[in-house]
Nanobody, 120 residues
Framework: QVQLVESGGGLVQPGGSLRLSCAASGRIRSVNAMGWYRQAPGKQREMVAGISSGSSTNYTDSVKGRFTISRDNAKNTVYLQMNSLKPEDTAVYYC??????????????WGQGTQVTVSS
């Protein structure tokens, strides 16, 4: 059984920072692409940032220059450092990863989500 467990969400004032973490655990052979998505109330889920197994990164335009995605392959963990947060960043943030398990097949997994609220 493979699972993704997120942590680090919370309430922060505009201009503040938060760091999200997502750890993959279970019967894992390798973790390929990882990423963060978010879903605000009444909106569709959108990709925020992605990182390949070789650490190439991409970001949605609205977070470029403010958010940084990184990973620790030894820990099967992906991070999202969020700086200069804005009220429009308020959403549930979900971790996503392509993981090769004991069967040698790659499957896509989602975390349970963590709430980020930016408000004064």
């Amino acid at each position: 059984q493979v699972q993704l467990v997120e942590s680090g969400g919370g309430l922060v004032q505009p201009g503040g920072s938060l760091r999200l973490s997502c750890a993959a655990s279970g019967r894992i052979r390798s973790v390929n692409a990882m990423g963060w998505y978010r879903q605000a109330p009444g909106k569709q889920r959108e990709m925020v940032a992605g990182i390949s197994s070789g650490s190439s990164t991409n970001y949605t335009d609205s977070v470029k220059g403010r958010f940084t995605i990184s990973r620790d392959n030894a820990k099967n963990t992906v991070y999202l450092q969020m700086n200069s947060l804005k009220p429009e960043d308020t959403a549930v943030y979900y971790c996503n990863a392509d993981i090769v398990g004991w069967s040698y097949f790659e499957y896509n997994y989602w975390g349970q989500g963590t709430q980020v609220t930016v408000s004064s």
